[in-house]
């Protein structure tokens, strides 16, 4: 008996340190919002960051709950034990809404991205436009040019009057030191399409916090069922026989 709750113990204990490392669940979201902020201009509306939040949230919940449990797992039972179950189940509803979100807004990026082509019609070359400066930095970081490719800054209204050939410096492939931005030179430009590179890298950010998620659902499940094992095994008490007088 002493050896089943030994090992069901270390059990428990292995699966509260893999709830601290899928705490990067919380990391993976923190990256979404950042990219919230950074590229929010290009997002229809604030939705597409309820997944990311979540995450978040489950993130500091399971390195909590992984402290707790890595704490009663080799003790007896007490109140410590009906804590860790009830981290387990606010963890559960956390991460179960947030794989369902995720799941539900991958198909969703498309739509979420279409004020993508009104921010380049924005365009002013304004360092102080914040339009501007979220395209600059989105061909910049991306390595892309334009929405689908460099041709559609032809159809700018920052192209038409400006009377030059050139697109933004920000389209320019850093590996040419001599690019300038001209259209006489496209080979120069950076050849991908930003709305694409945007919702890969999003697709990314999306895809590990769902599979995250059901990792960590999975780790629940078998959590459960082992604190339920070492709550069958109590632990042996010892008996001392005491001296006669």
Partial sequence: MALNRGAIGLFLKITCLLFLLTGITGLG???LL???RVYGLFFSNLYIIFPALLAVVSGAILFITGSIGCLVSSKKPSCGHGLFVYFLIIVFCVVGTTAAL???YQGKLDAELAPLKDVFQ????NS???DTKAVDRLQSELQCCGVMNYT????TPWFNHSGKYDVPQSCCNTTFHSCNGTLDAPMLLYNEACQ???KELLLLVVHIIHITSLVVLVLLVLSWITVGQLMRYPVPQEYRILDQD
């Fill in 29 to 31: 979201g923190s990256f």
């Fill in 128 to 130: 102080q436009d914040p």
């Fill in 152 to 155: 559609d800054w032809l159809q």
């Fill in 122 to 125: 924005n365009y002013s070359n």
């Fill in 102 to 104: 995720a799941y539900f």
């Fill in 196 to 198: 694409v590179k945007l």
């Fill in 34 to 36: 950042h990219k919230y």
